[in-house]
């Protein structure tokens, strides 16, 4: 599972041009699901994203978690993180779950922020969506859970 983290200073998803998420200062959470992913890959990158220290401390160092500013996560389905460029110019997704194995577990990942304490919003998986964002620092975090497992 792959997840693309950026601080924001908001965030919101459209999905057919209506709002289906949106956030105030928190992280945006881009997630990717590759075949062989599982539960656990969902619980880990929740705490993970729960507790990364990205937000800055009264001395302005980034040592304080989500879960510590009170901030909030949207969270996205973005299968193209899986996306395999080496070759050519269009990029391959045959790396990237079929959507009856990612769904669940963005819904997995999202639901494990949920129960950190951290509020939470979603797009619509499988849907074309607009994602807007107001970048806060710039702070962006790759995270992988196959290079931990």
């Not at 779950?97 to 997995?108: D, G, K, N, Q």
Request: glycine share 12%; charged share 20%; aromatic share 6%.
């Amino acid at each position: 599972m792959r997840a693309v983290v950026s601080r924001v200073a908001w965030a919101r998803v459209l999905a057919d041009g209506e709002p289906t998420g949106e956030i105030g200062p928190g992280l945006l959470v881009l997630v990717g699901v590759t075949h062989d992913d599982a539960a656990a890959d969902a619980r880990w990158l929740a705490g993970k994203v729960a507790a990364l220290r990205v937000f800055d401390d009264g001395g302005g160092k980034m040592n304080r978690s989500l879960a510590e500013v009170g901030g909030a996560a949207l969270v996205v389905s973005q299968f193209t993180l899986y996306g395999d460029a080496r070759k050519g110019r269009r990029p391959s997704y045959v790396a990237a779950a079929p959507p009856e194995l990612a769904a669940p577990l963005v819904e997995a990942v999202a639901e494990g922020l949920a129960a950190e304490g951290v509020p939470v919003a979603r797009g619509r998986f499988g849907a074309a969506m607009r994602v807007e964002s107001a970048g806060d620092g710039p702070v962006t975090i790759l995270l992988d859970s196959a290079r931990v497992f």
